[in-house]
């Protein structure tokens, strides 16, 4: 079953952590746990495929632990189980939630070096070449010299406006600061990388 299970990299339907996948369900099964907790929350949701005039397949999709755990320990789900995408620690589980960061699974971190990726561009109707420049400023005052990798891409074809360059690095802390700092005038994106031997471990 080990090899089966995968990280998740998003939420489902931007609310679930969790999904599993259920092969050749019996047409008579009733998938039967509570679908609202006891705060009025949707506990799961559920996909069904019809397989065949006698079977099913099923895709569930939660955030509960008690509830995987429930069903990894159930002989007869277990056994149906095609694959898990799920949460591998604390922190992926974390990441995911986040509205402004993804998850992306990688050999390498990006250039060998950096965890994290950092993508800006301004809010439609917003900002001015000064903006830009002092945002640019920013970003080489307060990411550390030797901890960064700054990229320069042009996105605008404006002669009067720059673009915020692309940062890869390691330091969650400025990315906050920056965020803080800029994101009144800029959609703000991170992906941060989690690697394939994190997963193996």
């Not at 907790?37 to 008690?66: C, F, H, M, P």
């Not at 898990?84 to 390498?108: C, G, M, N, Q, W």
Request: aromatic share 14%; charged share 30%.
């Amino acid at each position: 079953m080990e090899n089966n299970v995968f990280p998740s990299q998003s939420l489902y339907y931007r609310y679930f952590d969790t999904c599993i996948k259920f092969l050749d369900l019996p047409f008579n099964y009733v998938f039967n746990y509570p679908k609202i907790g006891l705060d009025g929350q949707t506990i799961w949701r559920g996909v069904k495929t019809k397989k065949s005039e006698t079977t099913y397949n099923l895709a569930v999709y939660t955030s509960d632990v008690d509830m995987v755990d429930q069903i990894k320990s159930d002989d007869f789900l277990y056994r149906k189980i095609d694959k898990i995408h799920e949460p591998i620690s604390d922190t992926h589980k974390k990441l995911l939630y986040e509205k402004d960061r993804s998850v992306v699974i990688r050999d390498k971190l990006w250039y060998n070096n950096y965890k994290h990726k950092l993508i800006s561009w301004p809010k439609y109707g917003v900002g001015t070449l000064e903006k830009d420049n002092a945002t640019i400023k920013w970003i080489y005052d307060n990411f550390d010299f030797h901890d960064r990798r700054i990229v320069h891409i042009r996105y605008f074809m404006h002669r009067n406006r720059e673009s915020v360059p692309i940062v890869f690095c390691n330091s969650e802390e400025t990315m906050m600061l920056f965020k803080l700092s800029h994101s009144d005038d800029l959609n703000i994106r991170i992906e941060t990388v989690i690697q394939y031997k994190e997963l193996r471990n």
